[in-house]
């Protein structure tokens, strides 16, 4: 990516780079995806502590502070303004940062397995969670893709940075709101005796909490997207990783496709299956993994 290029053309390129759509940019942002699109073709200015404070982290850019330096410097020149001397040289701030970090809270389990072909995603993943201000990001595709295992191997990457830890909550039993809301109530709360309803109390207890929620198999669940929608307006430390085989249509959602995976590691998992037995449906089910060594 040249430095040479104009904001909206190296925008587009990063966006795209990211793996996100012009609608999953302006719900990381809050923005209107008729702005973004603006921006990209070049009919609207950006406003530089926007990109400075915010894009960098929505796209995913915490770990190269190379590419985020050009997109910085590209918003800076098309305003004719000089980028603060302090973002000329140095990595962005992460918002991450400031979250106290808990080494008592909630943990995601270790994966017992090694994720084969999917690590870009979990790196790329685990810095668009982070950085992304409608806290809702889900991975969608076709059951046995490995949509699973990419969520706990990203959740166990970012954990750490939430106060109160995370939580996975698979809800492949479950098919309405009201029993949703009632699983995540027992994992946040397993010792609460309140006779409250549960989604009411579920948002009494993520109100005080910084939390990390990982929800398995939402598309067969009644009142999914409604109950979700209540916990990121009622609950601003919370944000949540889903997984489905649909999108949820929600304003602050961003979509990852999950493909299928490369050549090379289906290969291994038709040995994997010979070695242990598994059936490929088994092996594809679980993200085409091997055993640590």
């Known amino acids: 990516?040249?430095?040479?290029?104009?904001?909206?053309?190296?925008?587009?390129?990063?966006?795209?780079?990211?793996?996100?759509?012009?609608?999953?940019?302006?719900?990381?942002?809050?923005?209107?995806?008729?702005?973004?699109?603006?921006?990209?073709?070049?009919?609207?200015?950006?406003?530089?502590?926007?990109?400075?404070?915010?894009?960098?982290?929505?796209?995913?850019?915490?770990?190269?502070?190379?590419?985020?330096?050009?997109?910085?410097?590209?918003?800076?020149?098309?305003?004719?303004?000089?980028?603060?001397?302090?973002?000329?040289?140095?990595?962005?701030?992460?918002p991450t940062e400031a979250i106290a970090r808990n080494e008592g809270s909630h943990r995601i389990p270790a994966l017992p397995v090694e994720v084969i072909g999917r690590e870009e995603a979990v790196h790329q993943l685990g810095n668009r969670l982070l950085g992304h201000g409608g806290r809702l990001l889900t991975l969608v595709g076709p059951p046995g893709v490995g949509k699973t295992t990419l969520?706990?191997?990203?959740?166990?990457?970012?954990?750490?940075?939430?106060a109160d830890g995370a939580y996975f909550l698979p809800l492949a039993a479950v098919n309405d709101r009201v029993l949703m809301a009632g699983a995540i109530l027992t994992q946040v709360a397993p010792d609460d005796a309140s006779r409250k309803p549960p989604q009411e109390r579920l948002v009494e207890i993520l109100r005080r909490k910084t939390t990390l929620l990982?929800?398995?198999?939402?598309?067969?669940?009644?009142?999914a997207p409604a109950l979700i929608a209540t916990l990121l307006a009622e609950c601003s430390g919370v944000t949540i990783l889903a997984?489905?085989?649909?999108?949820?249509?929600?304003?602050?959602?961003?979509?990852?496709?999950?493909?299928?995976?490369?050549?090379g590691p289906a290969v291994f998992a038709e040995a994997y299956v010979a070695g242990q037995q598994l059936s490929l449906a088994d092996a594809f089910s679980t993200l085409l993994v091997r055993t640590s060594p």
């Open 151 to 162: 969520a706990l191997a990203v959740a166990e990457r970012v954990q750490h940075l939430y």
């Open 1 to 94: 990516m040249s430095l040479a290029l104009p904001f909206s053309l190296l925008l587009r390129q990063i966006r795209k780079r990211a793996g996100m759509t012009q609608r999953d940019l302006a719900a990381a942002l809050g923005y209107s995806d008729s702005l973004i699109s603006s921006l990209e073709k070049g009919q609207r200015q950006p406003d530089l502590d926007a990109v400075i404070q915010r894009f960098v982290p929505a796209l995913g850019l915490q770990d190269d502070p190379t590419l985020a330096a050009r997109l910085m410097e590209s918003a800076a020149a098309t305003r004719g303004e000089a980028l603060p001397p302090q973002h000329r040289h140095n990595s962005p701030h992460k």
């Open 214 to 223: 990982v929800l398995d198999n939402l598309e067969q669940i009644d009142g």
């Open 243 to 263: 997984t489905s085989r649909e999108r949820l249509h929600l304003r602050a959602e961003q979509r990852f496709p999950v493909p299928p995976l490369a050549l």
